[in-house]
């Protein structure tokens, strides 16, 4: 949480001296003028990077609410239609996002919009609804692609089945409860 941006952490020396270069709008030197590879101005203001500094502090912490967080909805939904998207064996995703699978032919959007309506339950952001190969962006740049265009089954089931449940630290088991049960009554009530 650092308002606007983030943060890059490495022991990689070649790769710090990149990283720098980017986000100087490419320069080598900070000042030089002279670009020598693609970059922006990904620098943050100094309060930013004093909340960054601050939240980093506080890391470990926040890791471990969100992954007790996603264990529980794991254990919530773990004998129902819709399926957790579990982290590869010996990974430890920061939960940034929970997702999870809704079942097929469920559409996405009533599901959402019946949880915010009904329970007071409100789904995070619509991030993974549209596939990055399905952008728009792509028709202008079709010049760019290696070859046209195709369909990705994997990418687009997902996309069109993904929800984003609610994960903060602190979330507590009750509200998870509600989320959940709700989810459910929902997913339970569309498949009749």
């Known amino acids: 949480t650092t308002g606007e941006g983030g943060m890059v952490t490495t022991s990689d020396e070649r790769f710090y001296l990149k990283a720098l ?6 320069q080598r030197e900070p000042g030089s ?9 990904y620098r943050p203001s ?13 890391s470990e912490w926040i890791l471990a609410e969100r992954r007790a967080a996603a264990k529980v909805y794991d254990e919530l939904l773990a004998s129902s239609p819709v399926k957790p ?7 430890r995703p920061s939960y940034y996002k929970y997702m999870a699978l809704l079942p097929e032919g469920v559409d996405r959007l009533k599901v959402k919009t019946r949880l915010r309506e009904e329970f007071g339950v409100a789904l995070a952001g ?25 369909s990705l089954p994997n990418a687009e089931m997902v996309a069109r089945r993904q929800i984003c449940l ?21 997913i339970y009530d569309e498949s009749r």
């Open 21 to 26: 270069s980017i986000r100087q709008h490419g």
């Open 126 to 150: 619509e991030v993974y609804a549209a596939p990055a190969h399905r952008q728009p962006l792509w028709e202008s740049y079709s010049d760019r692609l290696a070859a046209p265009l195709e």
């Open 33 to 41: 003028n002279i670009h020598q590879v693609f970059g922006l101005n």
């Open 85 to 91: 998207v579990l982290a590869p064996e010996g990974h």
């Open 166 to 186: 609610p994960i903060w630290p602190g979330l507590t088991r009750q509200d998870q409860n509600l989320v959940a049960e709700s989810l459910l009554s929902i």
């Open 46 to 58: 100094e309060i930013h990077a004093l909340l960054g500094l601050a939240m980093m502090a506080k």
